[in-house]
Protein backbone atom coordinates (compact mmCIF):
# COMPACT_ATOMS: atom_id res chain seq x y z
CA UNK A 1 0.00 0.00 0.00
CA UNK A 2 1.18 3.24 -1.26
CA UNK A 3 0.58 6.27 1.15
CA UNK A 4 1.10 10.30 0.74
CA UNK A 5 2.74 12.42 3.54
CA UNK A 6 -1.12 13.60 4.26
CA UNK A 7 -2.50 9.92 5.14
CA UNK A 8 0.94 9.93 7.81
CA UNK A 9 0.44 13.65 9.29
CA UNK A 10 -3.29 12.47 9.79
CA UNK A 11 -2.32 9.86 12.04
CA UNK A 12 0.63 11.67 13.63
CA UNK A 13 -1.86 13.87 15.34
CA UNK A 14 -3.95 11.55 16.10
CA UNK A 15 -1.70 9.40 17.62
CA UNK A 16 0.40 12.72 19.33
CA UNK A 17 -3.37 13.01 20.47
CA UNK A 18 -3.02 10.02 22.20
CA UNK A 19 -0.30 9.94 24.16
CA UNK A 20 -1.20 11.98 27.16
CA UNK A 21 -2.46 10.21 30.35
CA UNK A 22 -5.04 12.80 30.54
CA UNK A 23 -6.74 12.57 27.10
CA UNK A 24 -6.68 9.28 27.27
CA UNK A 25 -8.60 9.61 30.51
CA UNK A 26 -11.37 12.25 28.87
CA UNK A 27 -11.75 9.47 26.39
CA UNK A 28 -12.20 6.17 28.88
CA UNK A 29 -15.08 8.73 30.71
CA UNK A 30 -16.52 9.61 27.45
CA UNK A 31 -16.95 6.29 26.85
CA UNK A 32 -18.67 5.36 30.21
CA UNK A 33 -21.37 7.69 28.64
CA UNK A 34 -23.25 8.58 25.83
CA UNK A 35 -22.57 12.70 25.98
CA UNK A 36 -21.01 14.18 28.61
CA UNK A 37 -21.50 18.21 29.32
CA UNK A 38 -18.00 20.02 29.95
CA UNK A 39 -19.16 21.17 33.25
CA UNK A 40 -19.16 17.35 34.24
CA UNK A 41 -15.87 16.51 32.43
CA UNK A 42 -14.32 19.63 34.93
CA UNK A 43 -15.72 17.73 37.98
CA UNK A 44 -15.03 14.28 37.05
CA UNK A 45 -11.19 14.82 36.22
CA UNK A 46 -10.34 17.58 38.68
CA UNK A 47 -8.85 20.24 36.52
CA UNK A 48 -9.45 23.70 35.86
CA UNK A 49 -11.59 24.20 32.60
CA UNK A 50 -8.61 26.03 30.51
CA UNK A 51 -6.08 22.87 30.83
CA UNK A 52 -9.56 20.40 29.84
CA UNK A 53 -10.56 22.79 26.99
CA UNK A 54 -6.88 22.32 25.73
CA UNK A 55 -6.95 18.59 25.95
CA UNK A 56 -10.60 18.46 24.36
CA UNK A 57 -9.48 20.31 21.39
CA UNK A 58 -6.57 18.61 20.48
CA UNK A 59 -9.13 15.37 21.08
CA UNK A 60 -11.65 17.18 18.60
CA UNK A 61 -9.20 18.33 15.61
CA UNK A 62 -8.02 14.69 15.89
CA UNK A 63 -11.36 13.50 15.45
CA UNK A 64 -11.55 11.16 18.82
CA UNK A 65 -14.56 12.94 19.68
CA UNK A 66 -17.61 15.32 18.69
CA UNK A 67 -19.14 18.25 20.09
CA UNK A 68 -22.15 19.83 20.24
CA UNK A 69 -23.21 23.10 21.31
CA UNK A 70 -26.16 23.93 23.40
CA UNK A 71 -26.91 27.62 24.57
CA UNK A 72 -23.87 27.82 26.69
CA UNK A 73 -22.46 24.37 27.12
CA UNK A 74 -20.39 22.10 25.02
CA UNK A 75 -21.19 18.33 25.38
CA UNK A 76 -18.76 15.94 23.98
CA UNK A 77 -19.24 12.58 22.99
CA UNK A 78 -16.96 9.82 21.21
CA UNK A 79 -16.30 9.57 17.85
CA UNK A 80 -16.79 5.85 17.99
CA UNK A 81 -15.79 5.51 13.90
CA UNK A 82 -12.20 7.49 14.25
CA UNK A 83 -11.33 4.93 17.69
CA UNK A 84 -12.05 2.08 15.81
CA UNK A 85 -10.18 2.76 13.32
CA UNK A 86 -6.88 3.78 15.20
CA UNK A 87 -7.55 0.34 16.51
CA UNK A 88 -8.67 -1.72 13.38
CA UNK A 89 -6.88 -4.36 11.85
CA UNK A 90 -7.01 -1.52 8.86
CA UNK A 91 -4.37 0.14 10.61
CA UNK A 92 -2.53 -2.69 11.31
CA UNK A 93 -2.26 -3.58 7.80
CA UNK A 94 -0.32 -0.66 6.98
CA UNK A 95 2.25 -1.19 9.23
CA UNK A 96 2.45 -5.03 9.18
CA UNK A 97 5.15 -6.94 6.90
CA UNK A 98 3.68 -8.47 3.59
CA UNK A 99 3.65 -12.40 3.52
CA UNK A 100 6.66 -13.06 1.34
CA UNK A 101 4.89 -15.79 -0.21
CA UNK A 102 1.88 -14.31 -1.64
CA UNK A 103 2.99 -10.54 -1.02
CA UNK A 104 -0.02 -9.57 1.23
CA UNK A 105 -0.15 -8.55 4.78
CA UNK A 106 -1.07 -10.89 7.24
CA UNK A 107 -3.83 -9.04 8.43
Known amino acids: MTIDATFLASY ?23 EVCVCDLVEKMEIPQSKLSY ?12 KETRGTWS ?5 QSEINKVLSPELCCIFTKPNRTTDQTTC
Open 12 to 34: EAKFKALADQKRLLIINKLCQHE
Open 55 to 66: HLKILLDAGFIL
Open 75 to 79: YYRLN
